[in-house]
């Protein structure tokens, strides 16, 4: 059975930052590309920064240059790195492993504000 379990979400104020972190199990990570996720509430769910297996990496522009997404394969986990939090950042953010209909998590809270 296919596991993925998003942890480290919280409240931060504008300004600071957060790591998430994404464990899969049940499957083979290493061949998987990850993705990171958020939706707002009354927003459509958008896709914030991807990593393939081999680890390239796109990242939404409203993110590029303040947020970073990592892997360790050998610890079946992938990362997103917030800095320099908005209060615009505030939403639950999901990771899905895997290209297509992939492995959902069950999302992880994260609000901005003072």
């Known amino acids: 059975q296919v596991q993925v379990v998003e942890t480290g979400g919280g409240l931060v104020q504008p300004g600071g930052s957060l790591r998430l972190s994404c464990a899969a199990s049940?499957?083979?990570?290493?061949?998987?590309?990850v993705a990171w996720y958020r939706q707002a509430p009354g927003m459509q769910r958008e896709l914030v920064a991807f990593?393939?297996?081999?680890?390239?990496?796109n990242y939404a522009e409203s993110v590029k240059g303040r947020f970073t997404i990592s892997r360790d394969n050998a610890r079946n986990t992938g990362y997103l790195q917030m800095n320099s939090l908005k209060v615009e950042d505030t939403a639950v953010y999901y990771c899905?492993?895997?290209?297509?209909?992939?492995?959902w998590g069950q999302g992880t809270q994260v609000t901005v504000s003072s």
């Open positions: 899905k492993c895997g290209l297509g209909t992939g492995f």
């Open positions: 049940g499957i083979i990570f290493s061949i998987n590309a």
């Open positions: 990593i393939s297996s081999g680890g390239s990496t």
